[in-house]
């Protein structure tokens, strides 16, 4: 499945609330462990996981990504097919800067129709996790959803900072819930719920279509957490991966949103070498 998947990796996020870090570069290029930028995480993933053709979209303060970009990620056969190529905003749909990120994506679907894909991945550059993308491929391929996402285990204190699922027995999304101020916990464990990853894997036809019907609606955000996810799910077409070790513990992730969690994820990585 890897040779018919596209990634998207959305790298265009303002950062207010990591600045000053964020003063003059987007998030995903923010500095990490020395010479890194957290971008490196998700196209590490994506190297191992043998996916090799890739946009990532940019948009406020790009320079200092691009630069990296271009100086630090030289390892692609352009002639065999493979690509890393950045993609700010481009005016195809209208005068406009990308309006969340599901617009960003629509803005961008000449692309899709240019490499037709089967599956595109749609990833955030700004989280620090190891993931093999290939077992949401697998399960995806095994589940027929429209959408399949990845999903982590986080503790119920900082979890209104992100999307919170209910999943049924075989795995499907019965519930979701973008930011809520009273997160619903997982059922017996009254300290921990289930949180959207922001990893996202769509059959392209669904997603064209899903992206088409959305921007017509004059009151969406165009976002997928807030938009996308909710009406698939309503649907019954969304399947949650679940992230775990090899032990099948939940798995390290962390999304780099404030400079708390930027300390944080900085003190993992030093106590775990």
Same mark, same amino acid.
């Given at each position: ?13 303002? +950062? ?10 987007? @998030? ?26 890739? %946009? ?15 100086? +630090?990620?030289?390892?692609?056969? %352009? ?22 990120? /599901? ?51 986080? !503790?119920?204190? +900082? /979890? ?37 990853? +922001? ?26 957490? @807030? ?11 969304? %399947? ?5 070790? /090899?032990?099948?513990? !939940? ?13 944080? /994820? ?8």
């Amino acid at each position: 499945m890897t040779r018919g998947t596209l990634t998207l990796i959305l790298a265009g996020g303002q +950062g207010e609330r990591l600045h000053p870090l964020t003063k003059d570069r987007s @998030k995903p290029a923010v500095p990490f462990g020395s010479s890194y930028r957290i971008i490196d995480f998700t196209l590490s993933n994506c190297i191992n996981s043998g996916l090799r053709q890739i %946009y990532v979209l940019t948009q406020y303060k790009s320079f200092s990504l691009d630069q990296h970009l271009q100086r +630090g990620w030289t390892i692609f056969s %352009y002639e065999a097919g493979e690509f890393l190529y950045r993609i700010p905003p481009q005016h195809r749909v209208g005068q406009k800067w990308y309006e969340g990120t /599901a617009d960003a994506v629509y803005q961008n679907i000449y692309l899709l129709e240019r490499r037709k894909p089967e599956w595109v991945l749609i990833l955030s550059g700004d989280h620090v996790y190891r993931m093999d993308y290939e077992r949401l491929l697998g399960f995806h391929a095994d589940h027929g959803g429209c959408l399949s996402l990845g999903a982590c285990v986080v !503790p119920k204190a +900082g /979890a209104d900072q992100f999307g919170v699922l209910a999943v049924d027995a075989k795995g499907k999304v019965v519930d979701f819930v973008e930011k809520p101020a009273d997160p619903p916990t997982i059922p017996g464990d009254p300290d921990h719920c289930l949180v959207n990853m +922001g990893v996202y894997l769509f059959d392209t036809a669904d997603l064209v279509r899903e992206l088409c019907s959305d921007v017509r609606r004059s009151e969406s955000h165009h976002d997928f957490g @807030k938009d996308i996810i909710p009406s698939l799910v309503a649907e019954g077409q969304v %399947y949650a991966h679940q992230f775990r070790d /090899a032990d099948g513990k !939940p798995a390290y992730w962390r999304d780099i949103g404030t400079i708390d969690s930027y300390y944080e /994820a900085t003190m993992d990585l030093v106590s775990r070498k």
